[in-house]
């Protein structure tokens, strides 16, 4: 069965300092792979997606960047943080197939500080 | 013109009730659709996918109506446990993009 693994967890970093989220997906090959934010209190906003390796698509101009260095491997990262990128990220997965559903990982809470 | 449109509630229902609450979407050619919970600090999870014109999985019922583009959950005999955010999502379009809406917020009462 196909799973994901996304980390830390939790996350405390100081203004400016640098970011790095990983996500692995297992159980599957070629999937579609997601990074949303959630504010608190606020909906789902798609930061990135991926339809295969080295393919990026950003949905908000921002300072943060994605990457796909492998088929199953969604890295989300950061030069330096802001206050305002504070938020729940979540990762997720579907298959490239039309009418496939996501599957989300457990989040990264992330508090800047 | 949003994708979807849900109504964000909160809806403050009775243990034991049943509630419905629907999404309406704009894209016509869309012919299946997603519905997440969504509980507190939680990642979102798959609740039920509605692929034709209904599906139905034990006290929830999801249906498609393509002549009024709505899609509708049902929730019989509700539960303390049923209370989350309910999120509608359309499938990807071309660009493979999946957006999803704020949702709508259940209270289930005792």
């Known amino acids: 069965s196909q799973t994901i693994h996304q980390w830390p967890a939790t996350l405390v970093q100081p203004v400016g300092s640098p970011l790095s989220l990983e996500c692995t997906v297992e159980g599957t090959s070629n999937p579609n792979l997601y990074w949303y934010r959630q504010a608190a209190g606020r909906g789902l906003q798609l930061l990135f997606y991926s339809v295969g390796i080295g393919q990026i698509s950003s949905e908000v101009p921002q300072n943060l960047s994605a990457s796909r260095p492998q088929d199953r491997q969604f890295i989300l990262s950061s030069k330096k943080l802001l206050l305002s990128d504070s938020g729940f990220y979540l990762c997720?997965?579907?298959?490239?197939?039309?009418?496939?559903?996501?599957?989300f990982g457990n989040g990264t809470r992330l508090t800047v500080t | 013109r949003k994708e979807v449109e849900q109504d964000p509630g909160p809806f403050n229902v009775p243990e034991g009730a049943t509630v419905a609450f629907n999404c309406t979407y704009s894209?016509?050619?869309?012919?299946?659709f997603f519905w997440y919970r969504q509980d507190c600090r939680k990642e979102p999870k798959l609740l039920m996918s509605v692929y034709s014109s209904g599906n139905e999985d034990g006290r929830f019922t999801a249906q498609l109506n393509r002549a009024s583009q709505y899609i509708s959950l049902l929730i019989r005999d509700s539960k303390l446990s049923d209370s989350a955010t309910y999120l509608c999502v359309p499938p990807p379009g071309r660009d493979d993009k999946i957006i999803f809406g704020k949702g709508t917020r259940l209270h289930i009462l005792p």
């Open positions: 894209n016509s050619a869309s012919q299946s």
């Open positions: 997720a997965w579907s298959q490239s197939s039309y009418n496939s559903p996501l599957h």
